[in-house]
């Protein structure tokens, strides 16, 4: 099992940025892949950005594509999202998560990953 700790969200005005940070502990960072989900009042939780063990495959949805960039530090056993341009639809509380499996591909499905923090709120004014 991991901990994940999340922390950068925040307040924020349309077309602003925010860095989230994630850090973890407990098993070996650098084997999984890790992912970032939010979930928004009233709607389900929904895939963002994921990044494989290694970093060098990507994943993000659609609506985030050339806006927001999901990094990792192995050595700092961090991920990060770097959000820019961001719009009140991106508000939401945003989830780190880590995948159950070692060496992965990576994914951009929920059951695919096992451990989640607590999540950071994200709320853009317009």
């Known amino acids: 099992q991991v901990q994940l700790v999340e922390s950068g969200g925040g307040l924020v005005q349309a077309g602003g940025s925010l860095r989230l940070s994630c850090a973890a502990s407990g098993r070996t960072f650098s084997m999984y892949g890790m992912g970032w989900f939010r979930q928004a009042p009233g709607k389900e939780r929904e895939f963002v950005a994921s990044i494989n063990w290694s970093g060098d495959r990507t994943y993000y949805r659609d609506s985030v594509k050339d806006r927001f960039t999901i990094s990792r530090d192995n050595a700092k056993n961090t991920v990060y999202l770097q959000m820019n341009s ?21 994914s951009r499905t929920a059951a695919d990953f096992g451990s989640w923090g607590q999540g950071t709120q994200v709320t853009v004014s317009s």
Do not use: H, Q, S
């Open 86 to 106: 961001l719009k009140p639809e991106d508000t939401a509380v945003y989830y780190c998560a880590a995948e159950r499996n070692m060496f992965a591909l990576g």
